[in-house]
């Protein structure tokens, strides 16, 4: 262990932080155009802004392109969404202005183009400045002081946020534009702001209350749209599965208990990224790569002659309605960009790559492995960034599939050793991970300082929160060409594809967070379409245009793919409580339902003592208490008993020992951070010398704001924070192990493992839940292995070689947060999920780690869940999530702030 004084964040890398161009309609783009502008008059939608930057320390002089990122270094409050700290800001007024200072600066701009608005408070003339450049980042010129003197209070607090569209032509003086003024959407503190703002003359009255009234009849009606959007029930039991076969057959009797349904429903109707089939299906394909021993499929040497043409996009042919990366040719040979209205002589900077979003298991690896063997390295070498266990994925899939006399030269970049520039330049492809990026970012490492050929983001939903430092160590990595691979390129909502374009550098505005957030997250989020309104047809249309160009999806469900891949079953099994169970889970039940009932009286009376994460504490325990007992008791609580006595810990080599085993307990409990309201296994998790756990992320940004911790207010320091170390986790569970859950898990493997060549893979969200059935496991003498969180690389590659190869090993217990990423689990034909999962994707990705290319066998699936409980609407949670992407391609759930969760948390214990 390092000294107390130099102890830094250890993460489980054991890492130190000290084509073919589209056509669009032609109308299409006139719609969007004259929207852009007309939307300058409007004052009836809200949006999620991004707050500006409260130290950007710019002078004068125009900022150089190349740090644009570093203006999004925001920090939200703890009790915030740690991506966007205003998701909730909606629209107080418009007030309308000129900009002055013009005549100092060469930003070009026009009437109805849409502008930034930024503080600037190391001015060395006005340390209120507010500074207004176009959305090429060029500066325009400036608020007007006397107005900027009254506004900069606001904005240096996030009380308001700004945005701009010009309303006239830029004089040699100045230029005319309508501020748009963003506040809180809370009641309270919307009227405490309103009432600032009449004071200082900013709005008037007459303008706020029309704009609260407005706000308050749109949060109406998406409430209720919300409460009106139906379950997706289940199919009917398929009782032909036991019709004619004798009762002896008990996985027969188990598929008649249970509910047959396709858990992700008709997949044609819900992928915002797919093109239709049919134009999928007649891409041009490439020719099979010389230096490729294995045979490309088909659709793998379409997805190269893709990826190809990608790599040298082609502005829109002068004369051409052809629309390319949203940029559009005018008749005089002008660009004109149509979301910003932005218009230049100078032809505008492509994307070069983009985003490879094939369903898992379809072979991306090899596609991009086929890419780089195409180009060569003439130009400099290719780098890839992968989660710490997909590094020796790619190693493995290079020899697999390169001609051995032309393998390349690999380098794995991870670890403590020092390695230059010129080290990692004798290599044609350097594997490193997001936290070795990131600690290079930080220390101005050599990733930074190479002009790569191209740089690979492997599972690239690892950066779709665009805030946190792994993102803006991708965005800062200098290649040609940037491509993105994820089989689940949005997670969450809309807003996750901000990052891929941000991190593949498109330009024209439509990569600044304000503007995205305003034209396309926030209409589609909101599910605006019993009306079918402009703003959410123009989102829609927008956001399939984008994906259309930058992305390529196919899934294994499509015809011309033909992977032949077995049929895949799957089944909801309902489990019954015993008596003793059900008391348990109502006493519990009713104890949380009044600590909610209580924060929402108390809230509604200007405070309240209970904190919302006590609340989601107790609700996380009910999940749990539908597994098995045992996971229901605060474990961590008692780890840090002999901590007792100190409100900051000293961080002896003892100390650090219990601070180390608590993470681990709460890590593996399902612990979730306070401030982004995840699981902590999810965001890197950490403990403070305070002794409270959070995600690190959160609790960096959190501090980087203010030095106190956000849950009891001790002063800390980034050296207060100690991470997991990888580990090989031995801990066993010692009490009974019956539970109704688990005794329903012992009649499906006591029916699967009858085959003596079925494999199984159980996955839990708990890893406490695991050591319970790796207990029944060793009772009843079946051999398995486990993959969880923070194993070490080595342990994790034997338990995968151990299912893969040992005819004796029949089971994999699999941490559902470890197992998403980067593993091959086709040895396995059964998958047995034990608990849900909030968001259906995460589920979704570790059933097709065993339903994927190379799959053999039949796949059945089963979700076990407590009937009448919690666990059913969690299901219904689900659904609900899933009926939002098919409406908007919106995943809301775990977006919200506070005040929306408080509704899903009403319906689950409703």
Not at 2 to 17: H, M, Q, Y
Not at 146 to 163: E, F, G, Q, R, T
Not at 525 to 550: P, W
Request: include cysteine; aromatic fraction near 6%.
């Amino acid at each position: 262990m390092a000294p107390a004084k130099r102890r830094a964040v250890i993460d489980l890398t054991g890492e130190s932080e000290s084509k073919v161009p589209r056509r669009h309609d032609r109308s299409f783009a006139r719609s969007l155009s004259q929207t852009s502008a007309s939307r300058g008059s409007q004052s009836s939608h809200t949006y999620q802004p991004t707050p500006p930057p409260s130290s950007l320390g710019h002078s004068l002089q125009q900022p150089p392109r190349t740090s644009w990122i570093d203006d999004y270094d925001e920090n939200p409050e703890p009790s915030q969404n740690q991506d966007d700290p205003t998701s909730s800001y909606e629209l107080y007024g418009t007030m309308d202005i000129k900009i002055v200072g013009v005549r100092y600066y060469n930003g070009v701009v026009n009437p109805g183009e849409k502008v930034l608005l930024r503080r600037e408070p190391s001015n060395q003339y006005d340390r209120n400045a507010i500074r207004v450049d176009n959305v090429m980042r060029n500066q325009i010129g400036h608020v007007p002081r006397n107005l900027a003197s009254k506004l900069a209070p606001y904005m240096d607090v996030n009380d308001i946020v700004l945005d701009g569209v010009l309303t006239g032509h830029k004089t040699a003086f100045d230029c005319p534009v309508r501020l748009y003024y963003y506040g809180p959407s809370d009641t309270s503190t919307r009227l405490e702001l309103e009432a600032r703002l009449k004071d200082d003359r900013l709005l008037k009255a007459t303008q706020l209350k029309a704009t609260r009234q407005e706000a308050e009849a749109q949060r109406s009606a998406a409430k209720h749209l919300d409460n009106g959007v139906p379950s997706v029930g289940l199919a009917s039991v398929q009782q032909d599965h036991t019709q004619g076969v004798q009762q002896e057959s008990l996985l027969q009797e188990l598929m008649a208990d249970s509910e047959a349904i396709q858990f992700r429903g008709d997949l044609s109707s819900v992928d915002a990224f797919a093109m239709d089939e049919d134009t999928l299906s007649k891409l041009p394909s490439a020719h099979q790569p010389e230096g490729i021993q294995s045979t490309l499929l088909p659709y793998q040497l379409q997805g190269l002659a893709w990826m190809i043409s990608k790599e040298s996009p082609q502005l829109p042919a002068p004369g051409s309605n052809e629309i390319v990366q949203l940029w559009k040719r005018t008749t005089n040979d002008n660009f004109t960009n149509i979301v910003s209205n932005h218009i230049t002589k100078t032809p505008p900077k492509l994307v070069s790559g983009g985003v490879l979003a094939d369903d898992m298991g379809l072979g991306k690896t090899l596609q991009v492995i086929s890419l780089i063997l195409t180009s060569g390295f003439k130009e400099g070498p290719t780098l890839i960034v992968s989660p710490v266990g997909v590094m020796s994925n790619w190693e493995q899939q290079i020899k697999r599939h390169v001609k051995e006399d032309q393998l390349p030269r690999v380098f794995r970049y991870h670890g403590t050793g020092t390695y230059s520039k010129a080290n990692l330049l004798e290599n044609d492809i350097v594997i490193t991970t997001y936290d070795k990026l990131r600690v290079d970012h930080s220390k101005k490492g050599p990733l930074l300082a190479i002009q790569w050929r191209r740089v690979v983001l492997d599972e690239a939903h690892a950066i779709r929160n665009f805030s946190t430092s792994r993102a803006k160590a991708a965005f800062q990595v200098q290649a040609k060409s940037r491509w993105m691979l994820t089989g689940t390129p949005i997670i969450n909502s809309p807003k996750d594809f901000l990052s891929a374009l941000m991190f593949l550098r498109m330009t024209g505005g439509i990569e600044e967070p304000r503007i995205f957030l305003r034209i396309v997250d926030r209409p589609l989020s909101n599910c605006k379409v019993v009306d079918e309104g402009t703003e959410y047809k123009l989102a829609k249309q927008l956001f399939q245009s984008l994906t259309k160009d930058l992305c390529l999806r196919r899934r294994k469900d499509m015809k011309f793919i033909d992977l032949k891949l077995p049929a895949k079953t799957e089944y909801i099994h309902r489990v019954k409580f015993t008596d003793d169970e059900k008391r348990r889970y109502d006493a519990l039940l009713s104890d949380t339902t009044e600590m909610l009932e209580a924060y929402r009286r108390r809230k509604q009376n200007g405070g309240s003592e209970i904190r919302f994460t006590s609340v989601l504490e107790k609700l996380l325990r009910l999940r749990q208490l539908c597994c098995h007992w045992s996971l229901v008791g605060d474990r961590v609580k008692d780890i840090l008993k002999p901590l007792d006595g100190e409100k900051l810990v000293n961080f002896t080599p003892e100390n650090l020992k219990i601070l180390q085993q608590a993470l681990l307990t709460a890590t593996n409990e399902g612990e979730e951070c306070p401030i982004c309201i995840e699981a902590i296994s999810q965001h890197t998790p950490v403990i403070t010398a305070c002794k409270h756990r959070f995600g690190k992320p959160c609790i960096t940004r959190s501090l980087e704001i203010k030095d106190t911790c956000p849950m009891c207010r001790q002063k800390l320091t980034l050296d207060s924070l100690v991470g997991l170390e990888p580990v090989d986790d031995d801990e066993e569970f010692d009490g009974d192990t019956r539970s109704s859950k688990t005794q329903a898990l012992e009649k499906i493997l006591k029916a699967k493992l009858k085959d003596p060549k079925s494999k199984v893979v159980i996955f839990s969200q708990w890893t406490s839940f695991l050591h319970v059935i790796a207990k029944l496991l060793d009772e009843a003498g079946i051999k398995y292995c486990s993959i969880e969180g923070w194993m070490r690389i080595a342990k994790r590659d034997e338990s995968i070689e151990a299912l893969n190869n040992d005819p004796d090993t029949r089971i994999m217990l699999a941490s559902l947060a470890a197992s998403g990423v980067g593993l091959n689990l086709v040895a396995a034909d059964t998958v047995i999920l034990m608990d849900s999962w909030w968001a259906p994707a995460i589920e979704d990705q570790a059933i097709d780690r065993v339903h994927r290319l190379g799959q053999t066998r039949e796949t059945t699936v089963w979700k076990l869940v407590m009937d009448d409980s919690v666990e059913e609407r969690v299901l219904d949670v689900q659904a609900k999530k899933r009926k939002l992407v098919d409406l908007a391609f919106s995943d809301k759930v775990r977006e919200q702030k506070e005040a929306s969760r408080l509704d899903d948390v009403l319906q689950l214990l409703s």
